[in-house]
């Protein structure tokens, strides 16, 4: 089981309307990705929340099918 | 708190810094948890370290724990810092030095 990259941005835009999404595929295997998100709705929340809340946006999976997706999180300038 | 729960609270207040992982901090056994392994020994700050593999029962009910749906897991003094994302970013800017001197847990050399 693996996810495709558009996959994993529609869980979260749906999550996170506003979110910038640029995600890298690591392996080409689907399995390992490196995701940059950027949303207003992150803004003063510490780091673990910020993640939290892409986690919960991708309902489950992470962790699961999506064996790794390296995150960083950002608010807009 | 479930049986669980109640052990992993137990491993966490063992020991200032915990790091939930797969394998040992002498022979991690993912790639993750060998980069949190490296910037822990690179800062000097001793760590406590529990071998997930080991025990399905906290490699499952340590997610529910933090609501951190990954391995590995950090925490000092009890509070939870991150996973490998959190913890490589903290270090590259440099804050994860600053939080680990403020909570006292980095070994006098």
Redesign the interface.
């Known amino acids: 089981m693996a996810m495709q990259a558009d996959e994993i941005t529609g869980f979260i835009k749906s999550a996170l309307p506003d979110a910038e999404v640029i995600i890298k595929d690591l392996a080409g295997d689907g399995d390992h990705y490196a995701a940059h998100v950027t949303s207003e709705a992150f803004r003063g929340l510490p780091r673990v929340r910020q993640h939290q809340m892409v986690y919960a946006a991708l309902q489950g999976r992470m962790g699961g099918v999506l064996h790794a997706l390296a995150l960083t999180t950002a608010t807009p300038e | 708190m479930t049986d669980t729960a109640t052990r992993i609270k137990a491993e966490i207040d063992s020991s200032p810094v915990t790091v939930f992982m797969k394998g040992t901090a002498v022979f991690p056994q993912c790639g993750?948890s060998a980069r949190v392994v490296q910037i822990l020994s690179h800062l000097n700050v001793p760590f406590k370290s529990v071998n997930v593999l080991e025990d399905a029962e906290i490699r499952e009910g340590i997610?529910a724990y933090s609501?951190?749906?990954?391995?590995p897991q950090v925490y000092v003094n009890g509070e939870?810092?991150?996973?490998c994302?959190?913890v490589s970013?903290?270090f590259q800017e440099g804050e994860l030095q600053k939080l680990m001197e403020d909570q006292g847990v980095t070994a006098k050399v």
């Open positions: 993750f997610k609501n951190w749906p990954t391995i939870f810092v991150g996973g994302d959190i970013e903290m």
